[in-house]
């Protein structure tokens, strides 16, 4: 980091959400209803942290996805609180105007997990659908942290700050050697637990698998690619290929504690412009455990 | 193989002829042969029943990762890379991690001999035609003396016996197509899909809503295009016991510029219509000039 942003007292509660400036608010069910509430959200999409694809890059969409379909979770079991285990998205537009509105709804409460699902639509652009998520929790006592909220909840946006970085400087992510990308653990990027943000694993997934897709050799549109991993240990060239993140998964296996963290991508094979890469994330600094394993389906655009 | 007479003797899995192998306590292989009955509009395995392929290899990991505990799969995941032709697929299943309360697997599908060889060059590694993952919740057993007992020696083989299809696998599963616009598709309950539960099986859960998606954004591009479906993010919500299970899409976007998207949500008609299950569905055209697919 060379912003000085590992410095900053931060709101972990908060941090990572507020740099894609995204508003949250609580939807209570009715009066007399015995359900869980729903939460809304808008996030603007702002110019730079657009992508490739013209709209709001997917790892900064699924950050807020992961913000709002995580509290929605945590709102539904307290006073318990829970952690993310997967975050599975399709993507159905990469160019937005913005802003983006959200919507989730717990699908299903169980006594160890729950199971959220999210819409965004493009408020922008007359509502057009934008993606479909859902995102699964498991269920954890919350210790001593603090989670005192006004109900309804609500979270206004904040406003922009014109000298913002980019998501790869905000998020700390660095070209590593070969098929590699790596992201430092700066503090602004940890979660109230004090692990990596989900948000910033899946920013992390999002330059990684572009950056290994771009290193491909070029390819006919409609060819076909078998899984390569890049074993030459030289930096990707300068990208030519202009590609966006799309359709993700991924699964949070373990907390990422001590970092650096590497993003290690295996390109399984492409298609009429289309590849899936793998994308293993390991914290470098905890024995090189694997915490986050992802699928990203990349798009030539 | 059977978990407590499971399976029947007339089963899906055994039309499919599966053949599965648990070579150590973390890794479990499961392939089929590729027939006509199973493939889609591009020629392809059904991303159905790849989804089927990987949930039970991750169902043979897990059982015996987990005993003497039994599991019930919460997500699936998978992505089609390239059409798989076979002659034979088989999915390929390890054990990511292990919780106290879920299990995560990932499998990767190759394509690959009657005996389970791989296919191509001798220069060149097996590349996969699909990747998956699973997370299992794990379901504590309460009297561990009743559970099944597995056999320690590895590598441990069973195959699934059937008479195989005169049909396609659709049709063998009695799925009927409602309303092609609105993704109302109908499957029927009863022991030919059942799982170890008593359940539809997740595959099957699977295949009904790549049917309906596929129905769902077909009907909205129009013009005879047929859409097959490449990205299925299964959220398994509930049991589907009773039946009919229905299916209800909304198209996310009809595929414009090539690939389309839906969200399909199945319920169990019988039971008072309770949400079962969500499916996020990826799909492309086929049939389209390839510069048309860009």
Same mark, same amino acid.
């Given at each position: 980091m060379s912003d000085g942003l590992q410095d900053r007292t931060v709101d972990r509660r908060r941090h990572v959400s507020e740099y894609f400036r995204l508003e949250r608010w609580e939807i209570p069910p009715a009066p007399g209803v015995d359900a869980p509430s729903e939460l809304g959200g808008r996030a603007p999409v702002d110019a730079h942290q657009r992508g490739p694809g013209g709209g709001l890059r997917t790892g900064g969409l699924l950050t807020s996805v992961d913000s709002l379909g995580g509290f929605l979770c945590g709102l539904a079991v307290q006073p318990e609180w829970i952690v993310t285990t997967s975050m599975m998205a399709t993507i159905s537009?990469?160019?937005?105007?913005?802003?983006l509105r959200l919507h989730g709804r717990v699908l299903r409460r169980g006594r160890n997990s729950v199971v959220a699902g999210l819409d965004v639509v493009d408020e922008g652009n007359g509502d057009l659908p934008v993606a479909a998520a859902t995102v699964a929790c498991a269920v954890l006592?919350?210790?001593?942290m603090v989670l005192e909220f006004e109900r309804p909840f609500t979270t206004p946006m904040v406003p922009l700050n014109p000298d913002a970085p980019a998501p790869e400087v905000f998020f700390c992510i660095e070209p590593g050697v070969g098929p590699v990308t790596r992201l430092e653990l700066a503090?602004?990027?940890?979660?109230p637990w004090g692990i990596l943000h989900g948000g910033a694993a899946a920013v992390l997934a999002d330059v990684a698998a572009c950056r290994a897709v771009q290193a491909e050799p070029a390819r006919a549109n409609g060819g076909v690619t078998g899984a390569r991993v890049?074993?030459?240990?030289e930096r990707i060239r300068e990208p030519t290929r202009k590609v966006a993140a799309s359709d993700t998964v991924l699964h949070y296996l373990r907390p990422a504690r001590v970092g650096p963290v590497e993003a290690r991508c295996q390109v399984l094979g492409s298609r009429a412009g289309r590849a899936v890469v793998r994308v293993a994330i390991h914290?470098?600094?905890?024995?090189?455990?694997?915490v986050t394993l992802a699928s990203v389906v990349v798009l030539d655009v | 193989m059977t978990f407590g007479g499971f399976p029947p003797a007339r089963q899906l899995l055994g039309d499919l002829g599966m053949v599965a192998e648990v070579a150590s306590d973390s890794e479990a292989r499961v392939r089929t042969r590729v027939t006509p009955h199973i493939t889609a509009a591009d020629g392809g395995v059904r991303a159905g029943v790849l989804a089927t392929l990987v949930d039970i290899v991750g169902g043979a990991v897990a059982a015996r990762v987990l005993q003497p505990d039994w599991m019930a799969t919460a997500d699936l995941t998978l992505q089609v890379v390239?059409?798989?032709?076979?002659?034979w697929v088989e999915a390929r299943g390890t054990v990511l991690r292990r919780g106290r309360t879920t299990l995560v697997i990932e499998a990767l599908v190759f394509e690959v001999t009657e005996d389970g060889s791989d296919l191509g060059g001798a220069h060149e590694g097996p590349t996969p035609v699909a990747w998956a993952t699973m997370t299992f919740a794990v379901l504590k057993t309460?009297?561990?003396?009743?559970s099944i007992q597995m056999a320690s020696d590895f590598p441990i083989r069973w195959a699934f016996n059937g008479d195989g299809f005169d049909t396609s696998i659709t049709d063998a599963v009695a799925m009927s197509v409602v309303d092609a616009a609105g993704g109302r598709v109908s499957l029927p309950v009863g022991e030919?899909?059942?799982n170890s539960f008593g359940a539809v099986q997740g595959g099957v859960i699977a295949l009904l809503a790549e049917v309906a998606a596929a129905e769902a954004l077909g009907a909205a591009r129009g013009s005879g295009i047929s859409m097959v479906v490449t990205d299925l993010q299964v959220s398994y919500l509930?049991?589907?016991?009773?039946?009919?299970i229905v299916t209800r899409a909304t198209v996310l976007?009809? +595929? =414009?510029?090539?690939s389309g998207s839906a969200v399909v949500e199945l319920l169990d008609e019988g039971a +008072? =219509?309770?949400?079962t299950t969500v499916v996020n569905v990826g799909a492309t055209p086929v049939g389209v000039p390839a510069a048309a697919v860009s």
């Open positions: 537009q990469l160019k937005h105007r913005g802003p006592d919350p210790g001593a503090g602004h990027l940890r979660n890049a074993r030459a240990p914290d470098v600094g905890a024995e090189d455990r694997l | 390239r059409p798989a032709v076979g002659p309460k009297n561990p003396a009743s030919y899909v059942f509930a049991l589907g016991r009773v039946g009919p976007d009809a +595929g =414009g510029e090539g +008072g =219509g309770r949400l």
